[in-house]
């Protein structure tokens, strides 16, 4: 449910509730939702008079920030989306997208998309209230969605609901999540606190190159900063094992699974893995230029040949030119032959360099992320988490000037009991 202006505006269904608004265009339920946006001027971009609402590329222009006063809303908790398209568009889904890189399919829960859509609906100074999982407050692995939302927020309350409140339909822990977006003034206010304690930022990189230097192995978990930790627990996870043993301990044939393989063994076979893949690559490159030395082979063997006949032939000048003319249009034949042959074969070691270029190191990242040395040194060479880091650390010095009370309750009768009557 949506509320809008004075309040008189409310827009209830399935449509203003897309991800996507781009599928707003798909039907006639959509076309009068987008009208009365229009109408009712609450869109944040201003939409031509002679716009006819029937390009879906031009959706998310006019549609993606509206202008609503509230939002109450319990989005789906179930099912992912995998659209590459519609995730770029969202400031939430990003971690899933780097994690992804550029050749795995990225995903992101559906709830989670949902917040920053609910957000984006909301003008400046306006109230939502959010049904969502339990997980999204305490998950230490989700704390990016929660630094999202007090970025953009004021936090006003979070009330915990029965587990009994939506059975028998699901049983999961829910709460409601109760804020309001920051006004223009409100922000600048942020900004400033911001940039005001921006100058005694800790100075992450040069931390975390002395715990390097100062262990020549592994670096000892408990020797990790914290944030640093939370970090690394939230960005990366160990890659996982080509056979993972099944559940009950048995095989597909009933005999015993082996045990999964040790610490030290994964990182042994993934140290092999990388220096298969380099020798490959060498390998490969070799070939490809002795692609060049087979022609030259060819070539000095023709020189050779010519130069022989010239030294036993007994006639004039003009008979050897004309003996020899044959004889090098057929060598010339014959590298020109050489060199077609060749042309798809280098064509074919070329993809091949391609592919073990991009796979060494995606198989360099995976040694890294089975010890904490090699995750800490991912940290360190990559600007944006660094970047993290120090957000991280000015929020919260960000939130300690800018304190306020916020409401915390939790519903201990759920108004069910567990058969869901």
């Not at 609402?53 to 989306?81: C, H, I, Q, S, T």
């Not at 004021?154 to 829910?174: E, I, M, Q, S, Y």
């Not at 939230?234 to 015993?256: I, K, V």
């Not at 220096?275 to 063997?301: C, M, P, T, Y």
Request: aromatic residues 6%.
């Amino acid at each position: 449910m949506l509320i809008a202006g004075d309040g008189h505006t409310n827009i209830f269904g399935p449509d203003v509730s897309s991800l996507d608004p781009r599928t707003w265009y798909e039907n006639s339920s959509g076309q009068a939702l987008m009208h009365g946006l229009r109408q009712a001027k609450l869109t944040a971009a201003k939409i031509p008079e002679q716009e006819t609402l029937k390009d879906d590329d031009r959706a998310w222009e006019y549609f993606d920030e509206l202008k609503f006063d509230v939002v109450l809303a319990n989005p789906p908790f179930a099912g992912e989306m995998k659209d590459r398209k519609m995730l770029a568009r969202y400031e939430l889904a990003k971690p899933a997208l780097k994690r992804a890189g550029s050749d795995k399919a990225a995903k992101e829960e559906r709830d989670v998309l949902f917040i920053e859509r609910i957000l984006k609906m909301l003008r400046p100074g306006g109230r939502a209230a959010i049904v969502l999982p339990q997980g999204k407050f305490n998950n230490s692995s989700l704390a990016f969605i929660r630094e999202w939302i007090l970025k953009k927020a004021r936090l006003l309350a979070v009330v915990g609901l029965h587990p009994n409140t939506f059975k028998p339909h699901t049983g999961t822990k829910t709460s409601v999540l109760f804020i309001q977006k920051y006004t223009d003034e409100q922000l600048a206010d942020i900004a400033r606190v911001h940039d005001d304690v921006a100058k005694d930022c800790p100075a992450y990189e040069t931390e975390i190159q002395a715990l390097l230097d100062a262990h020549e192995g592994d670096v000892p978990e408990d020797a990790i900063p914290d944030a640093v930790a939370d970090l690394i627990s939230e960005t990366f996870s160990e890659p996982e094992l080509d056979e993972p043993a099944a559940e009950d301990g048995e095989g597909e044939d009933g005999e015993e699974t082996p045990e999964p393989p040790s610490e030290e063994d994964r990182i042994a076979a993934a140290e092999d893995k990388v220096d298969a893949l380099k020798s490959e690559l060498v390998g490969v490159k070799q070939k490809l230029i002795d692609l060049d030395s087979d022609v030259e082979a060819l070539e000095w063997q023709q020189k050779n040949e010519i130069e022989a006949i010239g030294d036993t032939f007994a006639g004039t000048a003009r008979e050897l030119s004309a003996h020899l003319k044959p004889i090098k249009a057929e060598h010339k034949e014959a590298v020109k032959a050489l060199k077609a042959k060749q042309k798809e074969t280098a064509k074919r070691l070329k993809a091949e360099i391609k592919r073990l270029e991009k796979a060494i190191p995606e198989a360099e990242r995976d040694l890294k992320l089975l010890t904490s040395r090699g995750k800490l040194e991912l940290v360190l060479g990559d600007d944006d988490l660094i970047g993290t880091l120090k957000e991280r650390w000015i929020a919260a010095e960000v939130a300690k000037r800018l304190d306020y009370p916020i409401f915390m309750a939790v519903s201990e009768r759920g108004g069910k009991n567990n058969s869901g009557d």
